[in-house]
């Protein structure tokens, strides 16, 4: 059975940082491509940031050179380091994987910036 279970979410003020963790179980992680997406409220679920199981990353580029995504396999888990941050960064954050045509989400991490 996969699961994913983020952490790391809270309430910050502008300018200030977070650290997300997702700590993955039932999947061969290494292996597996590793995504953040992240809703806000009454908009669509959006991507934030991958990492390929070669290390490679992409980033929305509303976050580019303020979010870092990294895993550590060792630990099945993938990071996602956020400065920076401003108000428009609040939202739900999600841990996704899939394993083929199958989608695994964790039930997500609540992040809010006030201003």
């Known amino acids: 059975q996969v699961r994913l279970v983020e952490s790391g979410g809270g309430s910050v003020q502008a300018g200030g940082s977070l650290r997300l963790s997702c700590a993955a179980s039932?999947?061969?992680?290494?292996?597996?491509?590793m995504s953040w997406y992240r809703q806000a409220p009454g908009k669509e679920r959006d991507l934030v940031a991958r990492?390929?199981?070669?290390?490679?990353?992409d980033y929305d580029e509303s976050v580019k050179g303020r979010f870092t995504i990294s895993r550590v396999n060792a630990w099945n888990t993938v990071l996602l380091q956020m400065s920076s941050l401003t108000p428009e960064d609040t939202a739900v954050y999600y841990c996704?994987?899939?394993?083929?045509?199958?989608?695994?989400w964790g039930k997500g991490t609540p992040v809010t910036v006030s201003s």
């Open positions: 996704k994987t899939n394993r083929g045509p199958t989608d695994f």
């Open positions: 039932g999947i061969n992680f290494k292996i597996h491509t």
């Open positions: 990492i390929a199981s070669d290390g490679s990353t």
